[in-house]
């Protein structure tokens, strides 16, 4: 399964960079994707990545502040998050998506691993 980590408290305008790593089987093969979910509500995409690295895609809200990557080798996925808002503040996932090279949310995402929290103090 996946598992996220890097989550932590920071203030607004600093950074944190997430992890996702796959323990059982190889991310290679699979877009990759960043979803994060507020109390309450629906789990949110945020981005993603195909399985060569060559094409990402963001929501608007965190365009030119967050970078996704990813290293197949290390079977782990990245979500560099800088200049953080009291807005990002909620629990992140990833996921494994179903068409390799399909970065849209549609695509279908599956094997989700526990989140890790990103708080983000005003």
């Known amino acids: 399964q996946l598992q996220a980590s890097g989550g932590g408290l920071v203030q607004a305008g600093g950074s944190l960079r997430l992890s996702c790593v796959a323990s059982v089987r190889p991310i290679s093969g699979y877009a990759m994707g960043w979803f994060r979910q507020y109390p309450g509500k629906e789990r949110e995409f945020v981005a993603a990545?195909?399985?060569?690295?060559?094409?990402?895609n963001y929501i608007d809200s965190v365009k030119g502040r967050f970078t996704i990557s990813r290293i197949n080798g290390m079977n782990t996925v990245f979500l560099q998050m800088n200049n953080l808002k009291p807005e990002d503040t909620a629990v992140y996932y990833c996921?494994?998506?179903?068409?390799?090279?399909?970065?849209?949310?549609?695509?279908?995402?599956?094997?989700w691993g526990r989140g890790t929290q990103v708080t983000v103090s005003s």
């Open positions: 996921a494994a998506g179903n068409d390799p090279y399909a970065v849209s949310q549609r695509n279908t995402w599956n094997y």
């Open positions: 990545i195909d399985r060569l690295g060559t094409t990402t």
